[in-house]
């Protein structure tokens, strides 16, 4: 009277006509498809920012790295970086130009 686990070696594997066989397939077949699904779409989107990053002067550097995916990823950080700086930088320069163009208005308004 010892119990018997199913799948070891001491019990009985379950035929393909148990119903519970039918249930556990269907369940490792969806796992299946929704984690097939969810690779699909992070490869997908992986490929997008590849297709977004710049094409210019850094190119042939770019040729030359492998595209895969660890690469994409990397060169889509530094891009989103440097992207902020050059955001940040243009407005510092705005509020530079802001100030000198109230400056000059005022000085303006002096001379009348």
């Not at 686990?5 to 796992?31: F, T």
């Not at 779409?41 to 002067?57: F, Q, T, V």
């Not at 040729?63 to 940040?88: F, W």
């Not at 802001?98 to 208005?105: G, R, S, Y």
Request: hydrophobic fraction near 25%; include cysteine.
């Amino acid at each position: 009277s010892c119990l018997q686990v199913r799948g070891s070696s001491q019990g009985p594997v379950p035929s393909a006509d148990d119903p519970e066989h039918y249930r556990d397939r269907r369940k490792k077949d969806i796992h299946n498809m929704i984690e097939r699904r969810r690779r699909y779409n992070i490869n997908d989107r992986i490929k997008e920012l590849g297709l977004m990053l710049p094409k210019g002067a850094s190119e042939a550097e770019f040729r030359e790295m492998k595209l895969n995916k660890g690469t994409i990823l990397k060169a889509s950080c530094d891009y989103i970086r440097q992207l902020q700086k050059d955001r940040d930088s243009m407005i510092k320069q705005q509020q530079q130009q802001n100030k000198l163009e109230n400056a000059a208005k005022q000085y303006a308004d002096r001379v009348r």
